[in-house]
């Protein structure tokens, strides 16, 4: 049941962990069992999803627990459009998944590799104005407790947990299984488009209400971005996808291929980056297309970087990104990745960052060779001014103390945690950082 633990890191190669031991469960009796075990080892646990976190979140010195093993769909229900799938199917299993039942996920973010116990439980979200994240999409979820039980949360079965449990930062116990409020598939139509900041921020509000799903790219050292709006249409309208090889030239060459160059060439060459970027913002994002939702959110990413990711309320999004140009410029830092700015509706999730409020959201990123911290401190700094909420899943440096300003039902969330894991077995460095003891 437990094998030899292996050095694990995670994607952006920020953090590390080496378990003592690793499990790969097949069945929700064996993840019973190895939280059973590793209870009687005094070890602590830890469910990893992909690996995708920015942060030591899913960090497990004691036992890793990798549910590869249990994916897939488990149950279609037609009639309500909900599936219930296994903790650790990967996101880009979804569409083919979803397809034959005519269903589709109501919104993604940018990438299909995370888990979707891995993606709910930090609260990964695209952009729209009018959606909300992936962890409101869930209904019911099946999880393994501290004691090894089985605890099973809906709208009918301990139905006061759901607010907490569907965004639970791995702090609550293995969820082995979710069910997801899924939508009639459909098709999307992409435009892509360079524009000026200056207009693009003077008009940020009116394009969120106005698409369903805008968001753009800021290159620091250039006056011009690339939006990004994309609107949603019927299953059965005519698709044109990109051709096979512009899809290569854009996708690969151009946004992996060559930004992994431009971002090595930037390292050692600071000075070279604004006009690298200014070359980026004009080779790149103009085209048009319309494709099946799922591969219209989701894109590649293979040039490895950094990332720290706030939401502020909505209507402060053109301020702050004014603030972070300002910032840049007066620190005479060379910033070689985009800022990528999105939005969100409110949901109702206890430590949701879009908890209660229309919530606008300001990436920021660092290729991985390049020292983040100072950056991100000082951008940090700025957006907590905006009453920021830190994405669970990305680089911040708050704590308990300073986090629970921002989230009224901070202390309800803390009392689930005593409730379900008093013992703190689903609890890592991290977990003590951000929720305390
Ligand atoms: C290239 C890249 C692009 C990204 N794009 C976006 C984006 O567009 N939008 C966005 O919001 N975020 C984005 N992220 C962040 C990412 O979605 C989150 O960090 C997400 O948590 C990663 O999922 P994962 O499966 O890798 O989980 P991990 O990072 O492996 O784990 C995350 C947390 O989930 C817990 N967990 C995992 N599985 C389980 C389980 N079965 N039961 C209980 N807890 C579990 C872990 O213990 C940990 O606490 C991106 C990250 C990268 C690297």
Redesign the pocket.
């Known amino acids: 049941m437990l094998q030899p633990g292996r050095r694990w890191q995670?994607?952006?190669r920020v953090e590390a962990a080496e378990p003592v031991y690793i499990a790969r469960p097949t069945s929700v009796d064996e993840v019973c069992a190895v939280v059973q075990r590793a209870r009687e080892l005094d070890l602590p646990v830890?469910?990893?999803?992909?690996?995708?976190?920015?942060?030591a979140?899913?960090a497990?010195p004691g036992v890793q627990?990798d549910?590869a093993g249990?994916d897939g769909l488990l149950e279609v229900d037609s009639e309500r459009r909900r599936v219930t799938i296994g903790?650790?199917t990967?996101l880009y299993q979804l569409p083919a998944l979803l397809a034959p039942h005519g269903l589709a996920m109501e919104n993604?973010?940018?990438?299909d590799?995370?888990?979707?116990?891995?993606?709910?439980?930090?609260?990964?979200?695209?952009t729209g104005g009018a959606f909300r994240?992936?962890a409101a999409q869930l209904v019911a979820v099946t999880?393994v407790t501290a004691d090894g039980g089985i605890l099973r949360v809906s709208e009918t079965e301990n139905a006061e947990l759901l607010p907490a449990v569907r965004l639970?930062?791995?702090?609550?116990?293995?969820?082995?299984d979710v069910t997801i409020q899924c939508v009639p598939a459909f098709a999307m139509h992409a435009l892509e488009r360079p524009e000026p900041l200056a207009d693009v921020l003077d008009g940020f509000g009116a394009r969120v209400e106005a698409a369903d799903h805008f968001e753009f790219y800021w290159f620091p050292h250039t006056d011009s971005v690339l939006t990004k709006t994309n609107t949603r249409l019927p299953a059965d309208a005519p698709l044109a996808p990109l051709g096979a090889v512009r899809t290569w030239f854009d996708d690969t060459f151009m946004a992996n291929g060559v930004f992994e160059a431009t971002c090595a060439i930037g390292t050692v060459l600071p000075p070279a980056v604004p006009a690298i970027n200014r070359l980026a913002t004009r080779l790149t994002g103009n085209r048009e297309f319309t494709e099946q939702s799922a591969s219209v959110f989701t894109t590649q990413?293979s040039v490895r970087?950094r990332?720290m990711?706030y939401a502020i309320p909505r209507e402060a999004v053109p301020d702050a990104v004014r603030g972070i140009r300002s910032l840049i410029a007066d620190r005479g830092w060379r910033i070689s990745f985009p800022i990528e700015v999105?939005a969100a509706a409110a949901d109702d999730l206890w430590l949701s960052t879009a908890h209660g409020r229309a919530s606008g959201?300001i990436?920021v990123h660092r290729y991985w060779r390049e020292n983040h911290l100072e950056y991100f401190h000082a951008v940090e700094d700025l957006l907590r001014g905006y009453e920021g909420r830190p994405?669970?899943?990305?680089i911040h440096f708050q704590d308990a103390a300073s986090l629970a300003a921002g989230y009224p039902r901070f202390g309800d969330f803390l009392a689930v945690r005593d409730r379900l894991d008093p013992d703190r077995v689903?609890a890592?460095t991290?977990?003590e950082r951000v929720l305390g003891p």
């Open positions: 995670n994607w952006g830890k469910a990893v999803g992909a690996g995708h976190s920015f942060t979140i899913a497990a627990v549910l249990l903790g650790g990967n993604l973010g940018d990438i590799r995370q888990t979707i116990a891995g993606a709910t439980s930090t609260g990964t979200h695209g994240g992936l999880l639970g930062l791995g702090a609550l116990g293995i969820l082995v990413r970087f990332e990711e999105r959201y990436a994405h669970w899943g990305k689903f890592n991290y977990l």
